[in-house]
């Protein structure tokens, strides 16, 4: 029989042999003839499948929800210091999308990880949050610097609406949000934030849209998928500041003495 030279690459997201791109199988034309958006291309490019569309309309909520959240937060300073110094718009986004991780947006990933596990263990809030306590890890997905109880993220508060109205089932939403209660008990800051809500209802959408088998669903979370949309989304306004402070003819930053305590 024909002997095939052994390949270096396999790929399995998108062809771009024949007449047109196709992504997933699903070619270029038709995902314009069909009025596709970018959650859609999400799920061909990321999922490899085409998913309903409230789940489509999910991911690209969350992108939109995400793409910015003003000048002070860490990827965005660090973008706006970096085009300050006058370095091009690749070298300004990655400066700030470098700083989304564990603390600032990269939370995503570990929150849908540790509330999977907690809940599917039956584990309650009290039993979940005591045993990370005691781990010494801050749970992923509570916390935030300028939230509280009363200043609630109406970004988390927008995804649950959208949920509650559109999914089958949002048992893990439901759990991070009594793990939100037991945390609000310690402290004021302790609200379930905008990684925790899209991890949590994330799950949600795995389990609850049939499109996923268990086997899938645990190597998605176990990979880590979801911080991708954080990087996705931020990276809009990342962009974004650069231009501006492009435009604005912004000068070389320097970070004022007087906001450094010099201590031996
Ligand atoms: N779980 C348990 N306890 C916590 C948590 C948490 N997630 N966050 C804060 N605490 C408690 C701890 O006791 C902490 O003391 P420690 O420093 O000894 O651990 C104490 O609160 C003080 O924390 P703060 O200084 O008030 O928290 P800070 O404002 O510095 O941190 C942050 C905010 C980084 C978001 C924090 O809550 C955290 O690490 N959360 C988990 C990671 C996370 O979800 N990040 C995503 C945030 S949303 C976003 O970036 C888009
Ligand atoms: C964000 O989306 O960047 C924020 O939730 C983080 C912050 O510090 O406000």
């Known amino acids: 029989g024909k002997v095939r030279a052994p390949t270096h690459i396999i790929s399995t997201i998108s062809d771009d042999r024949g007449e047109e791109p196709c992504y997933a199988g699903v070619p270029m034309s038709s995902i314009v003839e069909k009025g596709f958006g970018v959650g859609d291309v999400i799920s061909l490019l990321w999922f490899k499948r085409s998913l309903p569309r409230y789940c489509t309309q999910f991911i690209e909520i969350c992108i939109m929800l995400c793409a910015d959240h003003g000048p002070c937060v860490s990827g965005a300073h660090n973008t706006i210091v970096t085009a300050r110094a006058g370095k091009d718009l690749v070298s300004s986004l990655v400066s700030g999308l470098l700083t989304i991780g564990p603390r600032f947006g990269g939370a ?4 849908a990880r540790y509330f999977k596990d907690a809940h599917d263990r039956g584990l309650t809030p009290y039993e979940f949050v005591e045993n990370m306590k005691k781990k010494g890890i801050r749970v992923p997905g509570i916390g935030h610097r300028i939230k509280n109880r009363d200043n609630k993220d109406k970004r988390v508060e927008l995804l649950q609406k959208f949920a509650r109205t559109h999914f089958p089932s949002v048992k893990y939403m439901e759990y991070a949000v009594q793990v939100e209660a037991y945390t609000l008990t310690k402290a004021n800051n302790l609200v379930l934030n905008v990684d925790g809500a899209i991890g949590s209802l994330f799950l949600d ?6 499109m996923f088998t268990k086997q899938e669903i645990d190597e998605i979370v176990e990979i880590g998928y979801l ?3 954080f ?9 974004g500041h650069t231009f501006d402070q492009k435009r604005l003819k912004q000068p070389l930053y320097r970070h004022p003495w007087e906001d450094v305590l010099y201590t031996k």
């Open 108 to 111: 995503i990933d570990d929150a």
């Open 227 to 229: 911080n991708g949309l």
């Open 231 to 239: 990087v996705l989304a931020r990276s809009i306004g990342l962009i």
């Open 205 to 210: 959408l795995l389990a609850g849209s049939g």
